[in-house]
C-alpha cells in the first residue's frame, strides 16, 4: 500500500530531478517520516547537493514546490535541514484505503508452497527441572518469530531439542532414589516436571551438606567438591546409563516421561506446538562421521593427543576442539550432526536457533565450521541471540529452587487479572466460565506483550504489576482496544456507501489509514530482523492511535450517514490489524470485555 505510493514517488522524483539538474545516477531514498516532524514520506536530499549546487534547505525547497506544481499525489510539504517531509494528498490516502480494505487477511501473505520450508529451534529444556521464567521469554520468542516467518509466506518447521541425559538428570535420578520412597506425579499429585525438579533441588541441599561435612574433616573444598559420596555416585550413574544398564535405563526412561508429560501441559497453556522433538540422547552419537570427513579433506587436523581440532583464528576466533582424544564427542559435535540431519530430515533452507545470548561465540563457530564442510546452507543459519530476563529482585537459581516457575508465573497472571478486571468493572457482564476464561486471554496476553515488546537482544526485567495494566503500552490495552472497537461494530446498523467526494478526511484519519498501510512493511521488518517488539511497537502505536481518533470523533453518531460509513470501516480496519498482530505475538484479541 504505502510502498506502492512510495515506488510512484520515486518515479516522480527522477522524472523531475532529471528536469532540474539533468542526469544523475543518485539513489532517491525515501523513508518514514519521523514522528517529530510533519509528513508522511521523507526525500534526504543531501545525495542532490552537489548537482544542486545549493544549500539543503534550498534543494528540499526547490524540489518540493515543484512535487506541489507537478504532482497530484503531493498536498504539502516542509524542509527540514536536508530532509524533505511530504505530506499525501487525500486522494492518495482513500487510494490507500481502498485497497487495504480489497484484501483480505491485510498484510499476512498466504503460504506459497513453491517456496523451502524455515526451520526454528527454540525451548530446548533440561530434564532436571520445570520450565521457568527465562524459558518462557525464549519460548515466546520462538513461537512468535514463528508465526511472523508464516504470515509473510513460508512454511515453518519449529522443534526442540531436549537436553535429557548428562549429570543434571542423574542428580534428580539419585536424589529419587534415596529420598523419594516411590513417590510419582500421581501419587503426590504434583506435575510430573514439577517433582523431578523437586529431587534435583533436594540433591544440591545434600551434596553442598556432604560437601561442608567434608570440609569440617579437613578436605580442601575444590577437592570435596569433586570426592564427596553423592557426586560420585551421580557419576557412576552416568556411566551406567552410558553402557545401557538396564535399572539405570529405566528409571531415567521413568523420571523423564514425567517431565515430558509436564512440560506438554505447560506448552498447552502457552499455545505452542512443536512438529518434531530432537532428544539429546539420541543426537549425541551425531557428528563423528561428519568430522571423519572433515579430518579427510583437511577441515579439521588432530593433535599427537589423538584429539581434534579445527583452526579458525584467521577468521578472528580461535581452536576449537570436535573430538576429545578418547574418541568422545564435545557440544558442538552433537550440534553439526544434529544440524546436517535436520537438512536430511526436513526440505529446508533455513535453520534458525533461538538461544540466549550466552551461546554467541558457540554459534559462530558452528555455523562457520558447516561452512568449511560445505554446506551451502550454512549461510542462511541464524542464531537469534537474546538478552537474559529477571525480576525486579534479581537473578534466578534453579539449583537452589529460587527461579521463577512458568506455571506459577501463569497462575500469577491470571490472578492479577481477575483482581484487575474487578477493580474496573470490566467483566460484570460475564458469568463465571466466560470470566475465567477472560482472565486467562488477559493474563497470558499481559505476560507474552510485556516479554515481547522488548527487542530480544536486551537484557530485561519482568514486571508483573506493570504487565497487566490496562493503560499504557500493555497487552491489555491492546486487547481492550480491539474489544472497544468490536462492540461498536456490534452496535452498528446496516452500512451505507459512502463516496470519498462527500467529505473529508480529518488528521486522525489520515494518520490512521497510513499506519494500517505500513503492517504489511512491519511484518517483513519483524521477519528479517527475528525481532517480534517491531509488531508490538506497531500495535501500540496504532491502538493509541485508533483511542486518540475515538476521543474527538463520534464513529455511530457522526455528522453524517456517509462519513459514520467511512469511520465504520477504519475501525474494522483498526480491529483486523489489531487481531493479525496480536495473533503473531501469541495472543488472543477479546470481542468483548
Request: hydrophobic share 35%; aromatic share 10%; glycine share 6%.
Amino acid at each position: 500500500m504505502i510502498d506502492k505510493t512510495t515506488i510512484l514517488l520515486k518515479s516522480i522524483i527522477s522524472a523531475l530531478l532529471k528536469e532540474l539538474f539533468g542526469d544523475h545516477d543518485i539513489l532517491i531514498d525515501l523513508q518514514e517520516t519521523r514522528k517529530e516532524f510533519k509528513g508522511n514520506v521523507t526525500l534526504v536530499v543531501f545525495p542532490f547537493l552537489k548537482i544542486s549546487k545549493l544549500s539543503p534547505e534550498a534543494t528540499g525547497d526547490l524540489i518540493g514546490s515543484r512535487l506541489l506544481e507537478r504532482s497530484e499525489e503531493v498536498k504539502t510539504y516542509n524542509v527540514v535541514r536536508g530532509f524533505l517531509n511530504l505530506t499525501l494528498t487525500d486522494q492518495v490516502i482513500t487510494k490507500i484505503f481502498d485497497e487495504i480494505k480489497r484484501t483480505n487477511d491485510f498484510g499476512l501473505k498466504k503460504l506459497d508452497s513453491s517456496l523451502p520450508s524455515a526451520m526454528i529451534e527454540y525451548s530446548s529444556p533440561n530434564t532436571n527441572k520445570p520450565l521457568h521464567l527465562g524459558h518462557i521469554r525464549n519460548n515466546l520468542l520462538g513461537d512468535s518469530i514463528s508465526r511472523i516467518v508464516k504470515s509473510s509466506g513460508r512454511n515453518v518447521i519449529q522443534v526442540q531439542i531436549i537436553n535429557d541425559r548428562g549429570v543434571h538428570i542423574c542428580k534428580s535420578m539419585w536424589a529419587w532414589k534415596k529420598f523419594g520412597e516411590g513417590e510419582t506425579p500421581k501419587t503426590s499429585g504434583i506435575k510430573g516436571d514439577h517433582l523431578v525438579g523437586k529431587y534435583y533441588v533436594l540433591f544440591d541441599k545434600e551434596y553442598k551438606r556432604q560437601i561442608n561435612e567434608s570440609i569440617l574433616n579437613g578436605t580442601d573444598l575444590e577437592e570435596a567438591k569433586k570426592t564427596v559420596p553423592c557426586i560420585l555416585e551421580v557419576q557412576k550413574m552416568l556411566l551406567d546409563w552410558e553402557s545401557g544398564d538396564s535399572e539405570t535405563v529405566e528409571l531415567w526412561t521413568k523420571m523423564n516421561t514425567w517431565v515430558y508429560s509436564g512440560f506438554e501441559k505447560t506448552y498447552e497453556r502457552l499455545g505452542i506446538v512443536f512438529d518434531k522433538n530432537y532428544y539429546e540422547s539420541e543426537t549425541y552419537i551425531l557428528g563423528k562421521k561428519d568430522i571423519k570427513g572433515g579430518l579427510e579433506s583437511g577441515v579439521f587436523y588432530r593433535k599427537p593427543d589423538n584429539s581434534v581440532w579445527i583452526d579458525l583464528s584467521s577468521e578472528g576466533l580461535d581452536e576449537k576442539i570436535v573430538l576429545r582424544k578418547d574418541g568422545s564427542s564435545v557440544y558442538i559435535t552433537q550440534d553439526i550432526g544434529t544440524a546436517i540431519q535436520r537438512f536430511k530430515d526436513f526440505e529446508i533452507d533455513s535453520l534458525t536457533y533461538v538461544v540466549g545470548n550466552e551461546q554467541d561465540y558457540h554459534f559462530r563457530v558452528l555455523f562457520l565450521i558447516l561452512e568449511k564442510l560445505g554446506y551451502d546452507w550454512a549461510k542462511k543459519m541464524r542464531h537469534l541471540s537474546y538478552g537474559m530476563v529477571d525480576l525486579p529482585t534479581g537473578k534466578m537459581k534453579s539449583r537452589e529452587g529460587k527461579v521463577v516457575d512458568a506455571d506459577d508465573l501463569m497462575d500469577e497472571m491470571e490472578s492479577a487479572a481477575k483482581e484487575m478486571s474487578i477493580d474496573l468493572g470490566k467483566s460484570q457482564s460475564f458469568n463465571d466460565s466466560e470470566s475465567e476464561k477472560l482472565n486467562k486471554v488477559l493474563g497470558h496476553g499481559a505476560l507474552k506483550y510485556f516479554i515481547l515488546k522488548v527487542d530480544p537482544k536486551k537484557k530485561m526485567i519482568f514486571n508483573p504489576e506493570e504487565s497487566i495494566d490496562f493503560n499504557g503500552n500493555t497487552g491489555p490495552f491492546l486487547q481492550y482496544t480491539h474489544a472497544r472497537i468490536s462492540s461498536l461494530i456490534n452496535k452498528s446498523a446496516s452500512q451505507v456507501d459512502y463516496d470519498w467526494d462527500q467529505f473529508e478526511l480529518n488528521e486522525k484519519e489520515r494518520d490512521l489509514i497510513i499506519l494500517i498501510s505500513k503492517f504489511p512493511q512491519r511484518i517483513k521488518a519483524a521477519a528479517s530482523d527475528l525481532n517480534p517488539s517491531i509488531i508490538a511497537a506497531h500495535l501500540y502505536e496504532l491502538a493509541r492511535g485508533f483511542n486518540g481518533f475515538y476521543q474527538q470523533h463520534s464513529v455511530l453518531n457522526a455528522e453524517t450517514a456517509s462519513i459514520a460509513a467511512f469511520r465504520l470501516d477504519l475501525c474494522k480496519e483498526v480491529a483486523g490489524v489489531l487481531n493479525s498482530g496480536l495473533n503473531l505475538l501469541g495472543i488472543q484479541a477479546p470481542k468483548k470485555m
